[in-house]
Structures are given as C-alpha cells and as structure tokens.
C-alpha cells in the first residue's frame, strides 16, 4: 500500500474520532486540568470561598468586590516557592494575579470542605 492511501486511511479515521468525541463531549463540564497549578484552582474553585475580617476590610478599601477576587482566583498563578502544599491539616497557597492594573497576591488555606482567603494584599 502507498503512502498516500496509509495517510489517507489514517486521516479519515482521525477525523472521525475526532467528530465522535465532539460529539459526545459537546454541553459537557469537561476540562484538562493535568498541570498542578491548575488541578489546584479547580479545588480551589469546587469548594466554598471563606473570606477573613481582614480581606474584606482591604477589598473595602480598594472598591473592590469578591466577584473580582473570584475572578482572579479562576485566572491566577499559584507561586509554588512561596506555598506550603504540606502543611496539615490544610495546605496554604499563595496566589499571584493582576486585577485594574495592580498586582494582588492572595494567601488562601485550601482544607478539605472549605478553601479560606487568609490574607489579601494589593500593591
């Protein structure tokens, strides 16, 4: 058999495959978060957000809401230098973010039914 008939069969059964799993994927809530960071927000992001006195007191100085600290939440960078991912009972992240052209960092205790936003900081 040629090389072209090869490729040809070959492309023709990728995209089928790739029709058949649109297709069985499609209105689903599926995601690839293989990467740390990301599997670490989407925990994050599945468990209810608790806010400290003092979060809310710098988000009440800045006018800001928790949609937005939500938000940059879901689109953040954990700096895995500066985590404690060990610590027990619950691992502590600390998370880098841009929000109206400042850089805020977020200090969030991530237990096992609840992640806790410890300490929010603007600059």
Known sequence: M???HRLGYYLGGFSIG?????????GKKTSCSYGPEARVIKNINS????????????LNQNNLDTSQVNNAIKHGNINFSKSETRKEPCATYYL????????????IENCDSIATITQLKIK
């Open 47 to 58: 468990k209810k957000l608790v806010y400290t006195s003092n979060v809310f007191s710098v």
């Open 96 to 107: 880098e973010n841009v929000l109206n052209d400042k850089t805020i960092t977020l200090t």
């Open 18 to 26: 790739l029709i058949v799993l649109a297709f069985f994927l499609s």
């Open 2 to 4: 040629k090389f072209i």
